[in-house]
């Protein structure tokens, strides 16, 4: 070996270097590109089902059969933006007119009822708080600062909304495109395999995403009933928020009760706490219970077994396992990533054992 071949071999490995830096910096600065592309590639495996019902079974064409989905997808996000609107419109005009010293006063003023309350049951709260002068230290006018910076993001919402749904239109219109991309990059011997793969994968995880609607509704239908029993102001917003936030496995259930039982209390400040407060809050966190019951013990199983057909156990290790590598993002994407390794490992290494063990129902 030479000096010339070694100098080449140098230069070849700093150019592969260099060019992967530089793919890892582009795909950085279009981050937000991929995030569309993501989202209306899960968009368009939710409306999957619906095209396929209305080319098959209603005889439209595949052009009619996508917009009709993608009025219903927008029908759908505008009756969300609706029950949200009058709930927004409320809250800005009261904290227009927000007196933050009254406001200061009467978050202190529930803070002693509870501590009047916690000493009557012999809880020394204040002595585990060791008199950390909390409150003192919240800057309340964060909540008028945050409006503001809300609203000056609904400009890249809207540029975000657009891009999604048009994105998803031409998914929705022409189901290879994506995989026709991706084909690209696949060697010629190994196009029958992967298409094969995508076919699979397609099909499972539009059950997958289909069924965590499923869910999300059950949730929220019970949310919204319990709380609408209890007299909870605005319940269905509510309900429909934290029913939301259980996409996100474990976490976001307990987001959710924390969100729950904390408009609760601020709904009634100035009641008295131990004579209302206290006695709903315990009602709203016992809806809250019921819900999770029905969704951990009926829900959830049913859309592992059924949609991407893994044991409970095997999907809790790979939630577990993907939320302590990527976080918040990896307790999400966590099911429908593995449930694409499986039917890749079992298109291309169908004989190893483990994967044969692994993929035996798929």
């Not at 600065?29 to 968009?43: E, F, P, R």
């Not at 409320?90 to 309350?117: C, G, M, P, V």
């Not at 291309?348 to 044969?356: C, G, Q, T, Y």
Request: proline share 3%.
């Amino acid at each position: 070996m030479n000096s010339k071949t070694i100098s080449n071999g140098i230069l070849r490995a700093l150019a592969i270097v260099l060019g992967i830096v530089l793919t890892l910096f582009f795909l950085y600065k279009i981050q937000a590109v991929i995030v569309y592309i993501a989202i209306a590639a899960v968009i368009s495996l939710i409306g999957r089902p619906i095209v396929l019902f209305l080319r098959k079974k209603l005889k439209f064409n595949n052009t009619v059969a996508v917009i009709t989905t993608m009025a219903i997808f927008l029908g759908l996000l505008i009756g969300l933006i609706g029950l949200f609107i009058p709930l927004i419109t409320k809250q800005s005009h009261n904290l227009s007119l927000l007196d933050i010293d009254q406001l200061q006063s009467n978050i202190q003023d529930l803070y002693h009822q509870a501590l009047t309350y916690f000493e009557i049951n012999n809880i020394d709260v204040e002595k585990s708080i060791k008199e950390s002068n909390l409150l003192n230290k919240i800057d309340y006018a964060l909540i008028p600062n945050f409006l503001n910076s809300l609203a000056s993001g609904l400009g890249s919402f809207g540029i975000g909304l657009f891009s999604v749904l048009f994105i998803s239109f031409f998914f929705l219109k022409d189901s290879r495109l994506f995989e026709n991309g991706i084909m690209t990059f696949i060697p010629d011997d190994k196009e029958t395999r992967w298409s094969n793969s995508s076919t699979k994968i397609k099909d499972l995880l539009s059950r997958y995403f289909v069924g965590l609607i499923f869910q999300i509704l059950i949730l929220f239908i019970i949310y919204t009933i319990g709380l609408l029993i209890i007299g909870v102001e605005n319940a269905v917003v509510i309900a429909f928020l934290c029913a939301l936030l259980n996409l996100i496995p474990y976490v976001g259930p307990l987001v959710g009760a924390a969100l729950m039982i904390t408009l609760t209390m601020t709904s009634n400040l100035g009641a008295s706490f131990s004579e209302v407060i206290m006695p709903k809050t315990f009602w709203v966190l016992l809806v809250f219970i019921i819900g999770q019951l029905i969704d951990n013990f009926g829900s959830q199983p049913i859309i592992f077994s059924k949609s991407v057909k893994s044991h409970p156990l095997e999907i809790f290790l790979v939630i577990l396992i993907a939320g302590i590598l990527f976080g918040v993002v990896g307790l999400i994407i966590a099911v429908p990533a593995y449930t694409a390794i499986k039917v890749i490992l079992k298109e291309f290494l169908s004989e190893n054992k483990v994967v044969k063990k692994l993929t035996k129902d798929l």
